[in-house]
T-cell receptor, first 111, second 111 residues
Framework: DTEVTQTPKHLVMGMTNKKSLKCEQH?????MYWYKQKAKKPPELMFV???????INESVPSRFSPECPNSSLLNLHLHALQPEDSALYLC??????????FGEGSWLTVV | ELKVEQNPLFLSMQEGKNYTIYCNYS?????LYWYRQDPGKSLESLFV?????AVKQEGRLMASLDTKARLSTLHITAAVHDLSATYFC???????????FGTGTLLAVQP
């Protein structure tokens, strides 16, 4: 099973809302990632968790708050977002065999 | 700072022709990935290249890695329409598991 599951698939939120994106994998992977992808652009790294500890924060605004409750789960908490934050948010995980698997993504629209 | 560049950015090919996509990166790395992305979809893992001189093939696609030149290539043989997609290379920056994507190559295979 190489599945990385992301929920929800689609999310529409207002600029004053608080919502969360969730990512789950049951492969015991040692690192998990959040990426943001705008249309016709490459994925842009946001955060990396290695062994459940935040190891990389690519100067992401504080309105995005990651959380890794355990080795299988990764959340991205969203608060006071702007319309320009609308994008595809991708979660990925790194296996011991150095393969990185991506989830299907969460399409976020901020209105 | 790790930078990853691909060329060309856009490639229009005729079916049956061969072509190569190039991926250059700026700092030492021993892990390079190739992904495919269809419109509105997530990333599909194609190849993981883990050492200098690594070559992998799957169907009409073949990827290689030259860590000394900091160059990877994705060669397409006898292109077919089904290969039309955006192709990304991604480079792992080392112990931090920082995976940075190239600019992407939009491949359009014309009948």
């Amino acid at each position: 099973d190489t599945e990385v599951t992301q929920t929800p698939k689609h999310l529409v939120m207002g600029m004053t809302n608080k919502k969360s994106l969730k990512c789950e994998q049951h492969m015991g992977h040692r690192a998990m990632y959040w990426y943001k992808q705008k249309a016709k652009k490459p994925p842009e790294l946001m955060f990396v968790y290695s062994y459940e500890k935040l190891s990389i924060n690519e100067s992401v605004p504080s309105r995005f708050s990651p959380e890794c409750p355990n080795s299988s789960l990764l959340n991205l908490h969203l608060h006071a977002l702007q319309p320009e934050d609308s994008a595809l948010y991708l979660c990925a995980s790194l296996s011991d065999a150095n393969t990185i698997y991506f989830g299907e993504g969460s399409w976020l629209t901020v209105v | 700072e790790l930078k990853v560049e691909q060329n060309p950015l856009f490639l229009s090919m005729q079916e049956g022709k061969n072509y190569t996509i190039y991926c250059n990166y700026s700092t030492t790395s021993d892990r390079l990935y190739w992904y495919r992305q269809d419109p509105g979809k997530s990333l599909e893992s194609l190849f993981v290249l883990l050492s200098n001189g690594a070559v992998k093939q799957e169907g009409r696609l073949m990827a290689s890695l030259d860590t000394k030149a900091r160059l990877s290539t994705l060669h397409i043989t006898a292109a077919v329409h089904d290969l039309s997609a955006t192709y990304f290379c991604a480079v792992d920056g080392g112990a931090t598991n920082k995976l940075i994507f190239g600019t992407g190559t939009l491949l359009a295979v014309q009948p």
